[in-house]
């Protein structure tokens, strides 16, 4: 069974910084492209970056460019995102993503990331 | 960046009735799009990827069209389940963008 167990959310002071973690399992974690996707409470869907399996392939929305980076350890099946300067507009809920050819085929729970003094 | 419009904002309708959720493309996207739904407290569910086809253990009747720029999302005869927020998603250029939602509920 494919699962995705994010962790390392919180409350967080705007400037601050996070790292999200994303434990795969039930699959070749190191075959699959994978994406962080967040949603801010009662909004829509924002996707915030990609990594491929090889991590030769990275992208960011521009609001997190410069300022979040996405990382993987395919010996340890497990997918990051470090995240600076946080500010109040980071505020949301984080789902790592497994991308499977033209879309994202499996989500974790996501984990809620709160930024406020 | 591409935007995707959907329409309606709400849809409601009754258990039994069509579904038809739109979604445009501000530029022409081939079939690079998917659809998700999502339920309260819960991560997305993919029901739809390149445009019309069904993921794995999505029910026939939901299904998907259009190429281009212009894309339908039908649901034949509407569950109880059925009712949530449905998104569409486009991967055809960076970045990744979604759509704003379309909220299905209970007429």
């Known amino acids: 069974e494919v699962q995705l167990v994010e962790s390392g959310g919180g409350l967080v002071q705007p400037g601050g910084s996070l790292r999200l973690s994303c434990a795969a399992s039930g699959f070749t974690f190191s075959s699959y492209s994978m994406n962080w996707v967040r949603q801010a409470p009662g909004r829509g869907l924002e996707w915030v970056s990609y990594i491929n399996s090889l991590s030769s392939n990275i992208h960011y929305a521009d609001s997190v460019k410069g300022r979040f980076t996405i990382s993987r350890d395919n010996a340890k099946n497990s997918l990051y995102l470090q995240m600076n300067s946080l500010r109040d507009e980071d505020t949301a809920v984080y789902y790592c993503?497994?991308?499977?050819?033209?879309?994202?085929?499996?989500w974790g729970q996501g984990t809620l990331v709160t930024v406020s003094s | 960046e591409i935007v995707l419009t959907q329409s309606p904002a709400t849809l409601s309708l009754s258990p039994g009735e069509r579904a038809t959720l739109s979604c445009r493309a501000s530029q022409s996207i081939s079939s690079y799009l998917a659809w998700y739904q999502q339920k309260p407290g819960q991560a997305p569910r993919l029901l739809i990827y390149?445009?019309?086809n069904r993921a794995t253990g999505i029910p026939a009747r939901f299904s998907g069209s259009g190429s281009g720029t212009d894309f339908t999302l039908t649901i034949s005869s509407l569950e109880p389940e059925d009712f949530a927020v449905y998104y569409c998603q486009q991967r055809s250029n960076w970045p990744l963008t979604f759509g704003q939602g379309t909220r299905l509920e209970i007429k």
């Open positions: 390149d445009a019309s």
């Open positions: 993503a497994r991308r499977t050819g033209g879309a994202d085929d499996y």
